[in-house]
């Protein structure tokens, strides 16, 4: 049986990430327990998870000049995630996060730094969707978005993460199937994820979405109108909560291709994120 083809676009950065054993005070001066840097990005992440998976997987999204680009480069192909498609410009910096790891509950501060212009239309443009069974994209770069979504005559089945509040976003809610909605999205809109479903809803009726609530586990409305209401999986133990949404996402994605249940799809990508907090990085043990 062939690999499912799946093609993300969206954001590949650098994540240097200090573990401490609390998080620090005001002021206060602190050494860290461990630092390391790993491939970050939420796109990058949800293609990690995607090829851990088992799933053919090719990442688009800028890439600087510089020496940290060929180390995410080589990492993502180490990974067998393809490259082939994402351009290189000079003049710029890789885009980096700092983020403190709390040893006390897994928590993470992000610290983000970019100048790296976004994908242009074009670029875009280039691509064969014929070629892919699942578009994924990440909620940024908004009229380049609409202006590609629009333009696409061949469709395969589409999702979006919508992380932040961005102007217009709710532009590109009739052209996908799948949306994934951050509770970060639903403070800073000061609405609650019913009244989320709703409105998505009245927008494009036969859109799938799902508003992921952090350790209130998550609320969903399928493609006929159904709300779906889970709690999160317990875990014993929370080490990394970094690219967990991420890796819900791609989770939903893997099941969603394997069988039509999106009730079954949910149980299963809730169940691959408490595998994955409860290690470091992206993995399912160690």
């Known amino acids: 049986m062939q690999?499912?083809?799946?093609?993300?676009?969206?954001?590949?950065?650098l994540d240097q990430v200090w573990r401490l054993d609390h998080f620090p005070a005001q002021?206060?001066?602190?050494?860290?327990c461990d630092q390391f840097r790993v491939l970050g990005?939420?796109?990058?992440?949800?293609?990690?998870?995607?090829?851990?998976l088992g799933n053919d997987v090719e990442l688009i999204s800028s890439f600087a000049q510089d020496e940290t680009a060929g180390w995410l480069l080589q990492q993502l192909e180490d990974l067998g995630i393809v490259t082939t498609n994402c351009r290189q410009l000079h003049g710029f910096k890789t885009p980096e996060s700092t983020i403190w790891l709390n040893s006390e509950n897994g928590s993470?501060?992000?610290?983000?730094?970019r100048d790296l212009p976004e994908l242009e239309l074009q670029q875009l443009k280039q691509i064969?969707?014929?070629?892919?069974?699942?578009?994924?994209?990440?909620?940024?770069?908004?009229?380049?978005?609409k202006l590609f979504l629009e333009s696409l005559d061949t469709r395969p089945r589409i999702s979006l993460e919508i992380e932040k509040d961005r102007p217009g976003i709710e532009q590109l809610l009739p052209f996908v199937n799948l949306v994934i909605?951050?509770?970060?999205?639903?403070?800073s809109r000061h609405i609650s994820a019913h009244q989320c479903l709703q409105h998505f809803q009245q927008i494009n009726p036969a859109?799938?979405?799902?508003?992921?609530?952090?350790?209130?586990?998550?609320?969903?409305?399928?493609?006929?109108?159904?709300?779906?209401?889970?709690?999160?999986?317990?875990?014993q133990r929370v080490v990394d909560t970094i690219a967990a949404g991420d890796c819900f996402i791609a989770a939903l994605i893997h099941q969603m291709l394997q069988q039509p249940d999106f009730l079954a799809a949910l149980d299963f990508a809730a169940t691959i994120v408490a595998k994955k907090i409860q290690f470091r990085g992206i993995r399912l043990s160690d």
């Not at 990005?41 to 851990?52: D, E, I, W």
């Not at 909605?181 to 403070?187: D, G, I, K, M």
């Not at 109108?225 to 875990?235: L, M």
């Open 3 to 13: 690999k499912p083809r799946i093609i993300l676009l969206g954001n590949c950065v």
């Open 27 to 32: 002021d206060e001066e602190m050494r860290a």
């Open 41 to 52: 990005g939420n796109a990058c992440n949800s293609a990690q998870m995607l090829a851990l």
């Open 108 to 113: 993470r501060t992000i610290v983000h730094y």
């Open 128 to 145: 064969r969707l014929d070629a892919y069974d699942w578009l994924h994209v990440e909620g940024r770069n908004i009229d380049t978005l």
């Open 181 to 187: 909605v951050s509770s970060a999205y639903l403070h």
């Open 207 to 235: 859109l799938s979405v799902v508003c992921t609530l952090g350790e209130r586990g998550l609320l969903a409305m399928d493609a006929v109108g159904h709300r779906i209401q889970k709690s999160a999986v317990p875990v």
